[in-house]
């Protein structure tokens, strides 16, 4: 295909993509860097007020204090600690959507903020979804197909004749020459590092990207657990055929008293000793399962993906699947997300993260710089 053509693909994908592509990637950039910025300058939600011995509140009573003032339909996924010193954050999505930041010693309320409340907040919704939602993801994921397509065709015309190729970039002969050299060499050297950071990106925002993984493999996908009969479940605790999984505490005859929290987390801990909780995801619905991630040493993933499903009506555990059991497309976010955040290199993979981040926003806008600066001499 001639190189005119090429030339003509990636300038129009460019032109009608490109925004998108930069706003990804400098948001990206962004957030990486928010975030402890946000933890530094606003210590009261992200810092315990008590000591870290001080012992933990029961999470069941933070539950129903929380319960009393967002509504019983209220869901809440508890975050816990996750170092010595740190605050309990629990996400709610009620007629009220954000999070509430409390001493883990003391369920003392110490700040909370709407989702869509603050730098960060509004960083990552433009990053993870161009704040549409689902529409949003799908978009990104799309977006990051037409990267695919400006890098080929990139890398098509800027491909040397003889090599090894100059990676020289001047910047001391006017700024045209300086950001023409930016986005063709800047592009060349980072296009495979940034195929890697956009393809994650498009798994992470659009899920039916891990079904189809899944589908391909051949695997079935793992799912949550369908629920028994009550019946069923009360007779074979009350005839002593069953017995709560360990850490629950027993049933009153003739009753189902719902467990609380702490119980069902306790459950899920002696079904995965080695493992830590990542997340309680709660719902109030009685009539679908309850999952509470779990974070084992083997595990990359920062919050863990190990999962255990409990019965909230008995606290009996449905399924338990360590990360490395779940499907193909499931397993591999354990890598993918914190290769796309950084945090799979600590500190290093975090400032490479941020610096591809900006580094896709510098090649995309000195491109759309030079094009409408050729596009005015053209016209003059």
Request: with cysteine; charged share 20%; hydrophobic share 45%.
């Amino acid at each position: 295909m001639p190189r005119r053509v090429w030339l003509v693909c990636h300038r129009w994908v460019a032109l009608v993509l490109g925004g998108i592509l930069i706003l990804s990637g400098v948001t990206g950039g962004l957030l990486v860097v928010a975030r402890p910025l946000d933890r530094l300058l606003h210590p009261a939600y992200f810092v315990a007020e008590s000591m870290p011995n001080d012992g933990a509140v029961p999470l069941e009573t933070v539950r129903r204090n929380l319960a009393a003032t967002f509504g019983p339909d209220a869901s809440l996924t508890f975050d816990p600690p996750r170092r010595a010193g740190d605050t309990l954050q629990v996400r709610v999505r009620a007629a009220w959507r954000g999070t509430v930041y409390l001493d883990p010693s003391t369920g003392r309320e110490q700040g909370r903020r709407a989702e869509d409340e603050g730098v960060v907040a509004v960083l990552y919704q433009l990053h993870s979804a161009l704040m549409l939602g689902q529409t949003g993801k799908a978009v990104l994921a799309w977006v990051a197909l037409a990267y695919l397509v400006l890098m080929a065709s990139g890398l098509v015309i800027w491909w040397p004749r003889k090599w090894p190729p100059s990676l020289r970039m001047v910047f001391d002969k006017g700024t045209l020459r300086a950001l023409f050299d930016v986005h063709r060499q800047g592009g060349a050297i980072l296009a495979a590092f940034l195929a890697v950071s956009v393809a994650t990106g498009a798994y992470l925002a659009w899920r039916p990207i891990g079904g189809w993984i899944t589908a391909a493999s051949g695997q079935a996908r793992v799912v949550a657990p369908m629920l028994a009969g009550l019946a069923a479940g009360s007779a074979a605790f009350e005839s002593g055929t069953a017995r709560p999984p360990t850490g629950m505490p027993p049933m009153q005859a003739g009753t189902l008293l719902p467990p609380s929290l702490d119980a069902l987390a306790a459950a899920a801990q002696a079904e995965i000793p080695d493992g830590e909780i990542g997340f309680v995801l709660y719902t109030p619905h009685r009539d679908r399962p309850m999952a509470i991630r779990m974070r084992v040493p083997d595990d990359p993933h920062p919050n863990g993906r190990s999962t255990v499903w409990l019965d909230p009506r008995d606290g009996r555990v449905l399924a338990a699947h360590r990360w490395n059991e779940l499907d193909l497309g499931t397993r591999i976010n354990s890598v993918i997300y914190p290769l796309h955040t950084g945090e799979l290199g600590g500190v290093a993979g975090e400032t490479v993260v941020a610096l591809l981040g900006l580094g896709l926003g510098t090649v995309g806008i000195s491109g759309l710089w030079l094009w409408w600066r050729r596009r005015a001499v053209r016209r003059g």
